[in-house]
């Protein structure tokens, strides 16, 4: 192959972006360094004690947790909120609140992070996977519908990398069974369904301020909701069982320490200043990014809801169809984008079912099988297969990519273009390949 003549970058042409096409994460600026500097000033690390030596001034000035409490709450528009260690403390205290019985049954979607369904294990309860809707790739509000059993006590709703799912629908199923629903947000910070923001929607609301998210303080998370029987229990199990009126020593909940410190609330407290904006931005590329994308067979952003008053992009998800790119298939298809310097990857391709943590040897090694074996309801999960979640046909982009400007989304559609026009190199390069493990496995023998 000679590569002087090649034109894609996989084939040793040039690439379209030279330079870096994710921006640096997280952003920092003066803001996190003050808050930081107020709490250690104020003496008050801790969340839950203000500190003997910090002053009334001080103290107030100290108290990152309350003023991030406040602002967050106030921006998503609900009643309650608590700040926990991370996103899966978060999904394991409101499993936990809603006391459910051992081998009760909590369905989830068959493609998410593992958190979705381990959450629903240390209860002691048994998860059931359901498929995807083939457009917007989160829970089918159908096959919900259709796992539901005389056991079923809730839905976690995962709006995946900020997608959001049919909560209509889901609410509505809810209502009708007597169900609880536990919004999974994670990465959904700024998403709202018909103009309430994910996590208010449903019984609870749980985000991630992992590192890797929207917003960040490098680990923690959030609890939230409007339901003051709920966040009483929930606030009790994240405080050692405590009650907000009772004594240190009292605990009438088993629970444990799962608070966030006054550092993280300082961080996030400065990441919430600015995170509007970024949402803003990331929504006006991924619009600008859908005009460009019209001219480009084969390639389209997930489908919208009109519902959907407004969305984060955790990762921009685009479905992808290989007969437009002459069968290419969609892991080679990503290979060949990325080497132009827009780092893609491949979307959802196995399901949390397959996980070794859920096959029968695996929840006999974990001492799980009990659950099920006790409780009459034996599923063997290495055996379930969910067409949609299954199927592979699409891309992501990080969000970290969307935070740039108008001629950013050119460039990634130009590379997406040029791959198109270019598709044979990938097969040759392909080819090529092959013929180099033939030849290194002859020599080997």
């Given at each position: 192959m000679n590569q002087s003549r090649k034109k894609l970058a996989i084939a040793g042409g040039e690439r379209v972006r030279r330079g870096s096409f994710a921006k640096s994460w997280p952003v920092i600026d003066e803001r996190e360094k003050q808050y930081l500097m107020d709490v250690l000033e104020a003496g008050h690390l801790s969340s839950y004690v203000l500190s003997a030596k910090a002053s009334p001034d001080t103290g107030s000035k100290g108290d990152k947790l309350t003023a991030f409490h406040e602002k967050f709450n106030e921006y998503l528009g609900v009643k309650h909120g608590i700040t926990v260690i991370n996103g899966t403390a978060a999904l394991d205290i409101a499993c936990r609140a809603l006391l459910m019985d051992p081998g009760?049954?909590?369905?989830?979607p068959a493609h998410s992070f593992i958190a979705s369904s381990t959450c629903i294990l240390f209860c002691n309860t048994i998860p059931v996977f359901v498929d995807l809707d083939p457009e917007t790739l989160c829970i089918s509000p159908d096959r919900i519908e259709e796992a539901i059993t005389p056991r079923t006590r809730a839905i976690i709703a995962v709006h995946l990398d900020g997608y959001m799912c049919d909560m209509d629908r889901i609410m509505d199923i809810a209502e009708k069974h007597d169900l609880y629903v536990i919004e999974d947000c994670a990465r959904a910070h700024a998403s709202e369904w018909r103009g309430k923001k994910a996590g208010t929607i449903g019984h609870f609301g749980c985000f991630s301020f992992q590192s890797s998210k929207v917003m960040t303080c490098g680990e923690g998370g959030y609890l939230c909701t409007n339901d003051d029987h709920l966040f009483s229990r929930a606030w009790s199990i994240r405080n050692a069982g405590r009650q907000m009126a009772g004594g240190f020593y009292e605990h009438f909940l088993l629970g444990g320490n799962e608070r966030m410190s006054q550092l993280d609330a300082a961080v996030l407290l400065a990441q919430l200043e600015r995170f509007p904006e970024q949402a803003r931005k990331r929504e006006e590329n991924i619009t600008y990014l859908e005009e460009l994308l019209e001219d480009i067979p084969g390639v389209r952003h997930v489908r919208r809801d009109p519902r959907v008053t407004a969305q984060t992009y955790f990762f921009a998800v685009f479905h992808y169809d290989a007969s437009k790119f002459a069968g290419l298939p969609i892991g080679q298809f990503?290979?060949?984008?990325?080497a132009e310097g827009f780092p893609i990857r491949r979307g959802?391709?196995?399901?949390?079912y397959k996980n070794p943590m859920l096959s029968n040897q695996g929840l006999k090694d974990n001492k799980l099988d009990f659950i099920f074996r006790d409780h009459g309801?034996?599923?063997?999960?290495?055996?379930?297969?969910?067409?949609?979640t299954e199927s592979g046909q699409s891309f992501r982009l990080n969000h970290r990519c969307l935070l740039g400007d108008k001629e950013d989304m050119e460039q990634f559609a130009a590379a997406l273009r040029k791959v198109q026009e270019n598709v044979g190199e990938v097969f040759e390069v392909i080819q090529e390949r092959k013929k180099r493990m033939n030849s290194l496995d002859t020599e080997s023998r």
């Amino acid at each position: 192959m000679n590569q002087s003549r090649k034109k894609l970058a996989i084939a040793g042409g040039e690439r379209v972006r030279r330079g870096s096409f994710a921006k640096s994460w997280p952003v920092i600026d003066e803001r996190e360094k003050q808050y930081l500097m107020d709490v250690l000033e104020a003496g008050h690390l801790s969340s839950y004690v203000l500190s003997a030596k910090a002053s009334p001034d001080t103290g107030s000035k100290g108290d990152k947790l309350t003023a991030f409490h406040e602002k967050f709450n106030e921006y998503l528009g609900v009643k309650h909120g608590i700040t926990v260690i991370n996103g899966t403390a978060a999904l394991d205290i409101a499993c936990r609140a809603l006391l459910m019985d051992p081998g009760d049954e909590v369905i989830t979607p068959a493609h998410s992070f593992i958190a979705s369904s381990t959450c629903i294990l240390f209860c002691n309860t048994i998860p059931v996977f359901v498929d995807l809707d083939p457009e917007t790739l989160c829970i089918s509000p159908d096959r919900i519908e259709e796992a539901i059993t005389p056991r079923t006590r809730a839905i976690i709703a995962v709006h995946l990398d900020g997608y959001m799912c049919d909560m209509d629908r889901i609410m509505d199923i809810a209502e009708k069974h007597d169900l609880y629903v536990i919004e999974d947000c994670a990465r959904a910070h700024a998403s709202e369904w018909r103009g309430k923001k994910a996590g208010t929607i449903g019984h609870f609301g749980c985000f991630s301020f992992q590192s890797s998210k929207v917003m960040t303080c490098g680990e923690g998370g959030y609890l939230c909701t409007n339901d003051d029987h709920l966040f009483s229990r929930a606030w009790s199990i994240r405080n050692a069982g405590r009650q907000m009126a009772g004594g240190f020593y009292e605990h009438f909940l088993l629970g444990g320490n799962e608070r966030m410190s006054q550092l993280d609330a300082a961080v996030l407290l400065a990441q919430l200043e600015r995170f509007p904006e970024q949402a803003r931005k990331r929504e006006e590329n991924i619009t600008y990014l859908e005009e460009l994308l019209e001219d480009i067979p084969g390639v389209r952003h997930v489908r919208r809801d009109p519902r959907v008053t407004a969305q984060t992009y955790f990762f921009a998800v685009f479905h992808y169809d290989a007969s437009k790119f002459a069968g290419l298939p969609i892991g080679q298809f990503c290979d060949a984008v990325s080497a132009e310097g827009f780092p893609i990857r491949r979307g959802q391709n196995s399901g949390l079912y397959k996980n070794p943590m859920l096959s029968n040897q695996g929840l006999k090694d974990n001492k799980l099988d009990f659950i099920f074996r006790d409780h009459g309801r034996i599923i063997e999960y290495e055996k379930l297969s969910f067409p949609v979640t299954e199927s592979g046909q699409s891309f992501r982009l990080n969000h970290r990519c969307l935070l740039g400007d108008k001629e950013d989304m050119e460039q990634f559609a130009a590379a997406l273009r040029k791959v198109q026009e270019n598709v044979g190199e990938v097969f040759e390069v392909i080819q090529e390949r092959k013929k180099r493990m033939n030849s290194l496995d002859t020599e080997s023998r």
